[in-house]
C-alpha cells in the first residue's frame, strides 16, 4: 500500500510564507519525481512544482521566484517552501509521488491540504 501524507496547510496574510511537507511511504516509497498541484474553487487542478531525486526541478509560471521545492530522499519527504503568497495562492494543495521500481508507472496521491491567503 503507498500513503502520500501533506502537511503544513493553513492560513496566513497576503506577503505571508508557508511549508509543505509531502511524506511518501510504503509502495511510494523511493519515488521519483514528486511534486505538487493546486486546485482552487471552480477551477481545474494546476501544476504547481516538482522535484527528481536527483534535485532536479520544475516550476510553474505563476510560482517561480516564489516557491521553493526541495526533498530529503533520506526522509522520502518534500517540502514547499511558499513565500510572498497572494490570494491567487489560495487552493487545495495535492502532492503526488510517482511509484518506481514494481510501482514504476503509478502515480499516488496525497488527501490535500488547504492553503488560504487572506488579502
Known amino acids: 500500500q503507498a500513503q502520500v501524507v501533506e502537511s503544513g496547510g493553513g492560513l496566513v496574510q497576503a506577503g505571508g510564507s508557508l511549508r509543505l511537507s509531502c511524506a511518501a511511504s510504503?509502495?511510494?516509497?523511493?519515488?521519483?519525481?514528486i511534486g505538487w498541484f493546486r486546485q482552487a474553487p471552480g477551477k481545474e487542478r494546476m501544476f504547481v512544482a516538482d522535484?527528481?531525486?536527483?534535485?532536479?526541478?520544475a516550476y510553474a509560471d505563476d510560482v517561480k521566484g516564489r516557491f521553493t521545492i526541495t526533498r530529503d530522499n533520506a526522509k522520502n519527504t518534500v517540502y514547499l517552501q511558499m513565500n510572498s503568497l497572494t490570494p491567487e495562492d489560495t487552493a487545495v494543495y495535492y502532492c503526488?509521488?510517482?511509484?518506481?521500481?514494481?510501482?514504476?508507472?503509478?502515480?499516488?496521491w496525497g488527501q490535500g491540504t488547504q492553503v488560504t491567503v487572506s488579502s
Open positions: 510504503g509502495r511510494a516509497r523511493n519515488a521519483n519525481n
Open positions: 503526488y509521488a510517482d511509484g518506481s521500481g514494481d510501482a514504476r508507472g503509478s502515480r499516488y
Open positions: 522535484i527528481r531525486p536527483s534535485g532536479d526541478n
